[in-house]
C-alpha cells in the first residue's frame, strides 16, 4: 500500500520518493530558467530595438504578431511530441528539459545583438525576426510546453500542484527580480544632455548572463523533480478538426486562454513600459530597480497566503478580486498623476498584487481544466492542452507589445522625440491605462468565461482519485 504522494516508479516498479520539498524547488528553478530569458524579452527587448538598434516599437510589435502566427503550428506540434513521448527513466516530460535547455539559452543571447547596431536597417529587422523566432517559436517551446505539462505527472493531488504553482511562480518573481532590479542599474549610462540612454553592449553582456543562468537552472530542474503519475503516450492519427472542436467545445479551457491573454496584457504592459516611464519620464532608473523589488515583495508576500485563500474563496473568485484591486490601482493613478518617482513605485507595487495572486494560481488551474477535460473525453492530453495555453500566453505577450508598440507610435516616440514634453505624457498615459484594461478585461473573462469553480475542482479531483484507485485494483 502506497502512502499519499506515492505511486509506483514509472520506470522499474519500485516506489518512487514522497512528493515534498525538493520537488517545489526543482520545480521553482524550471519557471527561474524560463524567466531569465522570457522576462528579458518583456521587458528589454522592445527597448534595446526602438533605442539601440533604431527599430520602430510598430515594427517590433509587428514582428511580435507575426510570430505567433509561426507558434500556432509550433506549439500545438510540440504538444503533440510530448503527449506522444515514451515513459522512460525521468518520466515523460523531463527529459525534454535536458535536450533543449542549451539551444533556447543560446537563441535568447543572440537577439541582443548589439554588434549589429551599424548595420543596414533592413539586415537588423531580418535578424529580430529570425532569433526571436527561433527563440520563442522553436526552443521555448520545446522547453516551456513538456516543463508546464509535467506538474500534472509530478503529483496528482490537487494540494500539492497548487503548491507547485506557487513555488513556479516564486522561480518567475525571483527571476523578474534579478533582471528587473540589477539590469536597469547595470545597462544605462547618462549622456552628454542628461538622460538615461540604454547601452547596446552592456545589454548584450546582461543577455549572456541571463542565458548561462537560465541553463542553470533547467539543470537544477531536470536533477530535482520526480515525474509519479504514469502519463501513457497518446495513440491514433492526430486530426486538427477533431483538436480544433475539442477546443471549441471545451469551455474551461477557452475560459482559461482568455483569461490569460487579459492577464498578460496587464503584465506586460506594465513592465514594457516600466523601461520608458522610468528613465524618460521620471529619469530615475533607480526606481526602476526599486519597481522590481517591490513586485517581488508584494509576489513572496502574497504567496504565504495564496494557497489558504484559493481553497476558501476558489482560484475563479479570488483572480476576480485581486484584478479589480489592481485595475483600481492604475485609474487611480492616471487621475492623480504623481511627479514624484518613488510615489509611482507605491502604485506600482499595488497594482502587482493582481499579477502577483494570479500568477500564483494560474498554473494550478489549468491542470484543474486538464482534469475536467479527462472527465469528460476519458483521455488524458497533457501536452496538448498545455501547448494550447502556451500558445495563449504567447498570444497575450504578442497582443501586449503589439498594443504597446502602437501606442508608442501613436504618441510620436523614438529615439529623436523620446523626451519631448508631449511624448512623456503620453508615456505616463499609456503606463497607466494599458494595463489597468487588462485588468478590468482579466475580471470579465473570469466572471463570464471560466466555469471552474471551488466546488467543481473539488469534485473533478474527488472522481479522478476514485478512477485512479479503481485502475490501480484491476493492475
Not at 497548487?162 to 539590469?183: K, M, P, V, Y
Not at 539543470?219 to 492526430?238: A, D, H, I, N, Q
Not at 492530453?381 to 505577450?397: N, P
Request: charged residues 15%; hydrophobic residues 50%.
Amino acid at each position: 500500500m502506497l502512502r499519499k504522494g506515492q505511486v509506483s516508479d514509472m520506470a522499474d516498479g519500485q516506489q518512487s520518493r514522497p512528493f515534498g520539498l525538493r520537488d517545489r524547488l526543482g520545480y521553482m528553478f524550471g519557471d527561474f530558467g524560463n524567466d531569465f530569458t522570457f522576462i528579458l524579452s518583456s521587458m528589454f527587448l522592445m527597448k534595446f530595438y526602438t533605442d539601440v538598434m533604431g527599430v520602430s516599437g510598430g515594427i517590433v510589435g509587428a514582428m511580435m504578431m507575426v510570430a505567433r502566427f509561426v507558434d500556432a503550428f509550433t506549439d500545438i506540434t510540440m504538444g503533440q511530441i510530448a503527449d506522444r513521448s515514451r515513459t522512460g527513466a525521468k518520466g515523460k516530460f523531463m527529459p525534454w528539459l535536458l535536450r533543449m535547455c542549451g539551444p533556447v539559452a543560446v537563441a535568447s543571447f543572440l537577439m541582443y545583438a548589439s554588434w549589429f547596431r551599424n548595420m543596414p536597417l533592413v539586415f537588423k529587422i531580418f535578424w529580430m525576426f529570425f532569433t526571436y523566432i527561433l527563440w520563442g517559436s522553436v526552443f521555448y517551446t520545446s522547453v516551456n510546453i513538456p516543463y508546464g505539462s509535467m506538474a500534472s505527472a509530478i503529483t496528482a493531488e490537487p494540494r500539492e500542484r497548487a503548491q507547485l504553482s506557487n513555488w513556479r511562480t516564486i522561480g518567475a518573481s525571483l527571476a523578474g527580480a534579478a533582471i528587473g532590479i540589477i539590469i536597469p542599474l547595470a545597462v544605462y549610462y547618462t549622456d552628454e544632455a542628461g538622460n538615461k540612454v540604454l547601452s547596446g553592449t552592456r545589454m548584450s553582456w546582461a543577455a549572456f548572463i541571463c542565458s548561462v543562468a537560465a541553463l542553470i537552472c533547467y539543470l537544477l530542474c531536470y536533477r530535482m523533480c520526480t515525474e509519479r503519475v504514469r502519463v501513457e503516450p497518446k495513440s491514433g492519427r492526430f486530426s486538427l478538426t477533431g483538436l480544433l472542436s475539442e477546443i471549441i467545445h471545451n469551455r474551461p479551457l477557452i475560459g482559461i486562454i482568455v483569461s490569460s491573454v487579459c492577464l498578460l496584457i496587464a503584465q506586460l504592459s506594465l513592465q514594457t513600459m516600466a523601461n520608458y516611464i522610468f528613465p524618460n519620464y521620471y529619469g530615475n532608473v533607480a526606481a526602476q530597480s526599486a519597481s522590481s523589488l517591490v513586485t517581488t515583495a508584494v509576489t513572496l508576500v502574497c504567496a504565504l497566503f495564496t494557497v489558504q485563500l484559493s481553497q476558501k474563496l476558489g482560484r475563479k473568485n479570488l483572480g476576480i478580486l485581486v484584478s479589480v484591486f489592481s485595475a483600481a490601482v492604475l485609474i487611480v493613478a492616471f487621475f492623480l498623476r504623481t511627479d514624484s518617482a518613488w510615489g509611482f513605485v507605491v502604485y506600482y507595487g499595488l497594482a502587482s498584487v493582481g499579477i502577483g495572486v494570479y500568477s500564483l494560481i494560474t498554473w494550478a488551474m489549468i491542470t484543474d481544466v486538464i482534469d475536467d477535460t479527462e472527465l469528460k473525453q476519458g483521455e488524458r492530453s497533457d501536452g496538448t492542452i498545455y501547448s494550447i495555453y502556451s500558445f495563449a500566453r504567447k498570444l497575450g505577450q504578442a497582443a501586449s507589445t503589439g498594443l504597446v508598440g502602437l501606442l508608442l507610435e501613436m504618441i510620436g516616440y523614438s529615439q529623436a522625440t523620446a523626451y519631448e514634453p508631449g511624448v512623456l505624457r503620453g508615456i505616463y498615459n499609456i503606463t497607466c491605462l494599458a494595463p489597468a484594461a487588462g485588468f478590468v478585461l482579466l475580471a470579465i473573462s473570469l466572471q463570464f468565461l471560466y466555469p471552474l469553480g471551488r466546488e467543481r475542482v473539488e469534485y473533478n479531483a474527488k472522481k479522478l482519485a476514485e478512477k485512479r484507485a479503481a485502475q490501480q485494483k484491476k493492475s
